[in-house]
């Protein structure tokens, strides 16, 4: 079974682990790490435990960068690293080795290698597919309050979705109704929005799908593997 193919697991199941291992998918999956500014947790061995922030993600570059971590420890190159933390309510691990301190003046980066693979424990039944913006799906519609708001998703389960606006509205605990356009449909559903992150001007919901019918489950499955398949060959939505 591919990495991917999680996406159309049964929507009872809960707490499911994926282990990726498409280098695309670790960089979207770390890519949102990065927005949410998720803590990370170093394990050193011996149990010795500090934390950091995820500051860059370069998978042509193979590596990584991260805060200095605290407590200070020595790190020296070649040292092995696990990496854990949250996310969306999900855990990720992987494992990573030291290269170097970056050419920073006060030496405060630290450089790893880019993950070969990462677990990650969704909070949902069915993994989230990260959408990259060359996907070019066209904007989604969401209400709050009678107010309308257009944003372009940035992933999708089908348990929940998330988007990122342009002065749009919604709080934990807000319901919106939503108009998911997809390429080869459009979903009519409501969704409680369960994060908010804004960031340079932009916003990003998290969202949970409510009351979706038998029919649109099913065309949201099938919509998810169409998008997964394009997202792997780097295709645009027509």
């Known amino acids: 079974m ?91 691990v992987f494992r990573s080795t030291v290269e170097s301190p970056t050419q920073a003046v006060n030496n405060d980066l630290l450089q790893l290698r880019f993950p070969e693979r990462v677990q990650y424990r969704e909070r949902r039944g069915a993994f989230r597919i990260a959408l990259p913006a060359q996907t070019a799906l066209p904007p989604s519609q969401f209400t709050h309050d009678g107010v309308i708001f257009r944003g372009l998703l940035a992933d999708l389960s089908r348990g929940g979705a998330a988007t990122v606006v342009s002065g749009g509205r919604g709080s934990p605990g807000d319901e919106l109704q939503c108009l998911l356009r997809l390429p080869g449909t459009s979903i009519q559903t409501r969704a409680e929005v369960r994060s908010r992150h804004e960031r340079n001007g932009q916003l990003r919901l998290g969202l949970r799908l409510l009351d979706l019918t038998p029919q649109q489950d099913q065309m949201l499955s099938a919509e998810i593997a169409s998008l997964q398949r394009m997202v792997l060959r780097g295709k645009r939505a027509h």
Do not use: K, Y
């Open 2 to 92: 591919s990495t991917l193919s999680s996406v159309i697991a049964p929507a009872a199941e809960r707490d499911r682990t994926a282990i990726i291992e498409e280098r695309r998918q670790i960089a979207a999956l770390l890519g949102r790490v990065l927005h949410a500014r998720s803590l990370l947790s170093l394990g050193l061995g011996e149990g010795e435990l500090c934390s950091s922030l995820l500051l860059e993600v370069a998978p042509l570059r193979g590596c990584l960068l991260i805060d200095a971590p605290f407590p200070e420890v020595p790190l020296s190159p070649g040292t092995q690293v696990l990496v854990s933390g949250q996310l969306d309510g999900g855990r990720f």
